[in-house]
Each structure stands twice: as structure tokens, then as C-alpha cells.
């Protein structure tokens, strides 16, 4: 199961219009590098949860063929949380050992060798956790032998924990579960697995596995984090712009460090420096913008920004949101 579902506040204006994992990312819709992830692991049956925007997710993973997979979409009218989504799946989901894999990420942890680790240890649940040495804002996961002991707040830079050397360990936004978690999730209503779930079962004396997995993994959350784990990537590849379809940069115009979505007109004599430009966004030849994202003023026009998104400002026919906040 892609839990697709989400908001994304946090990378709002992008999300105006889109889900977080139905957001362009290199070309791809992020939910897309997911369903791949997972064909590529043998599995191709995929059940997909739609909220915010259903049909962007529609829109961009289609039948699931073009990904290697086919999928079930599953609609909730309410937000139900990550282990509520799974209740609402559950007729897909309970008859055998199941993967959740969150729609914002980018890995190639290997999957194999957590499953491995799921078998050997006949775990009620396998967390697959990677380490955290920058101690980044992704809540600590406290383990003990190889399993769960409970979750924790935020890192510090200085703190200390139980972690192998030291260093904390954060969730990858992969599990693997065995059906008997419906046994502790409750029936239609909104709950989250750690919060609501995992406690419960370990209470009870549930075993839940620690999986610590090395490889790449990204989580692209944040306008900020999409903008720079892009251009790390792009940098591999020897280029600092990416053009999605339709979209044009006239000649005189300065475009550097930018993600550019589909049908982006930048005129000449433009300036565009570090920027997410979405679908349809023009920007005339005496415009400058730095570090920014900018989408079409429309999409916004009457919406209230979420609490957690940055606050923007209109120019134009633009709406233009400062990432210095």
C-alpha cells in the first residue's frame, strides 16, 4: 500500500492544486518513484489511499501500468490517519503479509533484506529505520535487540541515546506488517500507527521488528527540501535546471539552480535564480527572483494558506512565496 493521502502543508503553494506525492519530481510524479520501488521488489499489486486532490493522484499514476504495477484506489471522505487509512484498505490487505510505503519518498534501500529480517524475527510488524547522524527533525526511534521500544521526540545536537553510536535513528516510511495489526487498529476512525497502533501492541507484548537500512533515501516534505534534493540530484547529472513539458526559456533569459514544472514561459532578459516554478507560471523579461516558489496567483486566489505553509505574496498574475522565511 502508498499511503497518498496527505496535505502537504508544508510544501504548499505546490500542493494547491496536487497531493504531496502527485507533485513532478524530475520529470516523474513523486508517487510514481514509489510504485516503481516496489515493482522492482516483484510487487505489483499496490493499493493506493486518496484524499486531498484525489485526481492528481489518478492523473499521474493512472491504471499503474506505465509504473509496472497495477493498482486499487481507496477514497476517504475523512482523513483517516496511516493506520486508519489501512483499516479502510483492509479487505486488500488482510489476508497476507502486506508493505506500507509512504508516497513522499525516494529510496533504494533494499527491501529484500528487510523482509528478511521480518521472516527471521515472525514480527508482528518491521520498521525499516535508517540513522540519522545530522540529527535532522525526524522523530527518534528507540530500539533495543533489534526491535521497537517506542519512539521519541526530535534529536538535539547534543544529545546522547541508545542508538548504535550514538546516533538516533529515524523511520524510513517503510513497514511490513502482518494481517494481525488489525487487530490493534481500530475500526473507522482516524488513528496513526505510532501514536495509536504500535503502542498498544507492544503493551500487549507484541514483537516489532528494527530494521536499520543503509542506501539513499529522500523525503521531500518541504519546498526547501524538494529544491535542494533536486538540484543534488540534477548535480550527478552535470545540469542545474530541469525543464518539465511544454516549458521554454527564451534566449537572454538567466535561469540557473530552478525546477521548472510544465508549460513555464521565463521571457528574456529574466532573471531566475534557485526557484520551483509550477505548471503554467510566466515570468516576464524585468522579472527577478531568488530562492523562491512561485505559482499561478489563480490557484490561490481564494484559499486560506495552510498553518504550516510559508506565506507568499502576489505579483502579478504570480503568487510568489519567499523559502528565506
Do not use: C
Not at 211 to 236: C, F, N, P
Not at 251 to 270: F, Q, R, T, Y
Amino acid at each position: 500500500m502508498i499511503l497518498a493521502a496527505g496535505y502537504g502543508t508544508r510544501l504548499w503553494p505546490l500542493t494547491a492544486d496536487r497531493t504531496k506525492p502527485a507533485i513532478p519530481f524530475l520529470g516523474k510524479p513523486l508517487v510514481g518513484y514509489v510504485a516503481e520501488y516496489l515493482a522492482s521488489y516483484g510487487i505489483h499489486e499496490i493499493v493506493v489511499n486518496l484524499h486531498h486532490e484525489p485526481e492528481s493522484v489518478r492523473d499521474a499514476l493512472g491504471d499503474g501500468s506505465r509504473f509496472g504495477v497495477k493498482l486499487h484506489y481507496v477514497e476517504e471522505p475523512e482523513i483517516l490517519g496511516t493506520s486508519g487509512a489501512l483499516d479502510n484498505a483492509r479487505k486488500f490487505l488482510e489476508d497476507e503479509t502486506f508493505i506500507v510505503v509512504n508516497g513522499k519518498i525516494v529510496t533504494d534501500i533494499n527491501l529484500s533484506e528487510a523482509l528478511e529480517t521480518h521472516k527471521r524475527t515472525e514480527a508482528l510488524a518491521t520498521l525499516v529505520l535508517r540513522p540519522n547522524p545530522a540529527r535532522e527533525r525526524f522523530s527518534m526511534v528507540n530500539t533495543e535487540g533489534g526491535f521497537l521500544k517506542g519512539f521519541g521526540g526530535m534529536p538535539q545536537p547534543s544529545e546522547s541515546d541508545n542508538a548504535p553510536n550514538g546516533t538516533p535513528l529515524m523511520f524510513t516510511g517503510i513497514q511490513i506488517l502482518e494481517p494481525r495489526i488489525f487487530d490493534y487498529i481500530p475500526r473507522n476512525v482516524f488513528s496513526h500507527s505510532t501514536t495509536d497502533v504500535y503502542p498498544q501492541a507492544l503493551a500487549k507484548g507484541e514483537r516489532i521488528a528494527a530494521h536499520v537500512a543503509e542506501g539513499v533515501w529522500y523525503e521531500l516534505s518541504t519546498i526547501q527540501r524538494y529544491l535542494d534534493i533536486s538540484l543534488a540530484m540534477m548535480k550527478r547529472e552535470g545540469r542545474d535546471v530541469h525543464l518539465g513539458h511544454g516549458s521554454n526559456i527564451f534566449d537572454g533569459a538567466s535561469v540557473s539552480e530552478s525546477i521548472l514544472w510544465d508549460d513555464v514561459k521565463i521571457e528574456a532578459g529574466a532573471h531566475v535564480r534557485h526557484a520551483v516554478i509550477g505548471d503554467g507560471v510566466q515570468i516576464l523579461g524585468e522579472d527577478v527572483f531568488e530562492n523562491v516558489a512561485i505559482v499561478r496567483a489563480e490557484l490561490v486566489e481564494r484559499a486560506e494558506p495552510p498553518a504550516k505553509a510559508l506565506r507568499g505574496v502576489r505579483r502579478g498574475d504570480n503568487f510568489v512565496v519567499s523559502l528565506s522565511q
